[in-house]
């Protein structure tokens, strides 16, 4: 019976996420406990091909830094932004709701890890595992380019 | 001085809120304290003459009835929609992120008080005053015509 219980255990591994998978390449960035939970810094639409529904949440590290208007956000600071499908609610016409979740996509500020990346470490998931390295590799040079002046970080806290 | 001091207080009355301009008609329902920081339950967007950005939050009892599949929803359940206009962001091409501040909409459980209304009181604010009579007599109607079968509540929980 023991080795039985070993052969189940095996054929298992395939189905549970390997440390590989929870973690984002280059940054090593997971997705937190609890994110879910989050306060909300404002929700966003993103239109073409997208065409998602979004909600920016921030840990209360990140939250006490956007009600204080701290920049650059302390050490600590954490946001998650979760993305669905943008789909036409069938109970009330003009008004568009979540489908399917896509991606869920972690920012964690460690300014001296992070430090080559403007103290940011990023993770893109989908379904609970990071995409590949060459996605992780576009993150920084996008917020770079268009948000470098509020410390790299696109939200804005919606009051 | 006690005088002036008097003359001072009334002047001061027609810049506060008054007890009609900060509770509901009809229902009588608050803006109630610390909602802004409550979980998110879902992001929406209203189209057409709205063209709105939503979040609509819920209070720890409404997270948990939502968590459960709780239905009708618990006494003592609120659920508040924060609404922006929306916006095209100036940083990112295709996105759209929230603008002014436009209501704040409230429901309250209350099955014994509101009785009449499926249980629920409803509250639509503007820059942290009530809105007319009128615009309250229309909430339970809409309600009741779309969603009477999820408790006469439209958000559905975005997982």
Known sequence: MLCVATVCAVALVPLTLSAADDSSPIFGVRIPA???RW?????SHEAGGFNELRGILGNPV?????RDG???FPDGAVLAKLAWKREPSTEF???FVPGRATTVQIMVKDSKRYASTGGWGFGRFIDGRA??????ETCFGCHQAN????????????Q
Chains 1, 2 share one sequence.
């Open 34 to 36: 609890g994110y879910r």
């Open 39 to 43: 306060e909300l810094i404002a929700p």
């Open 62 to 66: 990140a939250m006490q830094a956007y």
């Open 70 to 72: 701290t920049l650059p």
């Open 93 to 95: 016409e003009g008004a």
């Open 131 to 136: 995409v590949d390295r060459a996605q992780h």
């Open 147 to 158: 948000v470098k002046d509020h410390d790299y970080v696109f939200t804005r806290f919606a």
